[in-house]
């Protein structure tokens, strides 16, 4: 009776372990089910929903941002160079209150020669054709410069 009992004992105990080695593939399988199903749950469906939700509101304020900010700096720019022009303004206005500065100016420019002095005036050749050269356009008829000036943008191409 003790070999009918180890005999029972050890079947009872053969089917146990094919229970746990069953229990243990069926265990397996179903975590690689897991495994493959997508880990997407209804919280990070969500959640990825908030952030595209935000990133689509935000894009266009922050493009605006931007493009401000980039305006500011040119608009800086140009209060810095007009601030540059002022000042040139004011160095000229100041050189112009001193008199020998204004002389200078008028024997330059307009040629002025200060009393007792004796004034040259010197020609030049070539001036004299260049001037020559300008008279003959004014010599031709209006169309004609017109068309001239059609002539010289399409020869830029």
């Known amino acids: 009776m003790a070999a009918k009992d180890r005999d029972r004992f050890s079947t009872a105990t053969r089917i146990r372990l094919l229970g746990e080695q ?8 179903q975590t690689r089910r897991q495994a493959r ?7 990070a469906a969500f959640l990825a929903l908030v952030v595209c939700s935000l ?4 894009a266009y304020p922050m493009r605006q941002y931007v493009s401000q900010r980039g305006e500011i700096a040119d608009q800086e720019r ?3 160079e007009a601030a540059d022009r002022v000042e040139q303004l004011r160095d000229e206005k100041a050189r112009l209150q001193d008199p020998a500065y204004v002389r200078r100016l008028a024997r330059e420019h307009l040629h ?3 009393p007792g002095e004796t004034g040259f005036t010197v020609n030049d ?11 003959g356009a004014a010599d031709r008829p209006w169309y004609s410069h017109v068309w001239e000036g059609v002539d010289h943008a399409d020869a830029g191409r």
């Open 22 to 29: 069953t229990a243990a593939r069926v265990y397996r399988s």
């Open 37 to 43: 199903r997508s880990r997407l749950t209804g919280r």
């Open 55 to 58: 990133v689509v509101a935000l």
């Open 78 to 80: 140009r209060a810095a």
């Open 112 to 114: 002025y020669v200060m």
């Open 125 to 135: 050749p070539d001036a004299e054709r260049a001037r020559r050269t300008e008279q």
